[in-house]
């Protein structure tokens, strides 16, 4: 299995309260993502990675911001936690962007009260 | 908005039965991939069939891929209970100077024994 730890693995939290969720890897790969879960909608991309300091929106990134100082962590903050946020979050990770594939952590489910 | 979405929703079927899933997209791809994920987990990956390719077996895995009609289907041959799961297409589409993973909402798998 790919090296990935995802921290915490639950999350119970206020709105209104920020919020890390940290990724964590040890396989040296270049590209990180974060993605949400919900019932009805699957996964959906919050922010990418494609390097050290290098990141970009994704498709529901409004209320989220991600930073990357080194390789191998990759932290999701929740600036103000709202209810609409609670769900399970997943980090992901490939090698490249092309056409390798993706290496999931276990997720974190968030409850936002 | 989702690039991929599969189909059907949901899946009932007896042991030893086929499972057909099927998965539409929406823009011209890269490759597309597709995962298991078995409750409370990650997501693991399956196979993944480049745009070049119209089918790919692995153990009792079947993918076709047809890009005129922008459609793939998985086929999991003399399924068994353990296959019980929830399946997703992701396709890579490009964004930028990457390729973006999108995943479809799923097809959850029951499988009687």
């Known amino acids: 299995d790919a090296g990935i730890t995802q921290s915490p693995r639950h999350k119970v939290t206020e709105t209104g309260t920020p919020v890390t969720l940290r990724c964590h890897q040890t396989e040296n790969h270049r590209y990180m993502y974060w993605y949400r879960q919900d019932p009805g909608h699957g996964l959906r991309l919050i922010h990418y990675?494609?390097?050290?300091?290098?990141?970009d929106k994704g498709e529901v990134s409004d209320g989220y911001s991600v930073s990357r100082s080194k390789t191998e962590d990759f932290l999701l903050t929740l600036e103000s936690a709202t209810s609409s946020q609670t769900s399970v979050y997943f980090c992901a990770i490939s090698a490249s962007s092309t056409n390798e594939k993706l290496f999931f952590g276990s997720g974190t489910q968030l409850s936002v009260l | 908005s989702q690039q991929g979405e599969e189909d059907p929703q949901a899946l009932s079927i007896q042991e030893g039965e086929n499972a057909t899933m099927n998965c539409s997209y929406k823009t011209s791809i890269n490759n597309l991939q597709w995962y298991r994920q078995n409750s409370g987990r990650g997501l693991v990956h399956l196979i993944l069939?480049?745009?070049?390719?119209r089918e790919k077996h692995s153990g009792r895995l079947r993918v076709t891929l047809d890009t005129s009609k922008k459609s793939s289907s998985l086929l999991i041959t003399a399924s068994r209970a353990a296959d019980t799961a929830s399946y997703f297409c992701a396709t890579r589409h490009a964004s930028g100077g990457s390729y973006i993973p999108t995943f479809g909402r799923g097809t959850s798998l029951i499988v009687h024994p």
């Open positions: 069939i480049r745009s070049n390719e």
């Open positions: 990675s494609y390097g050290v300091k290098d990141t």
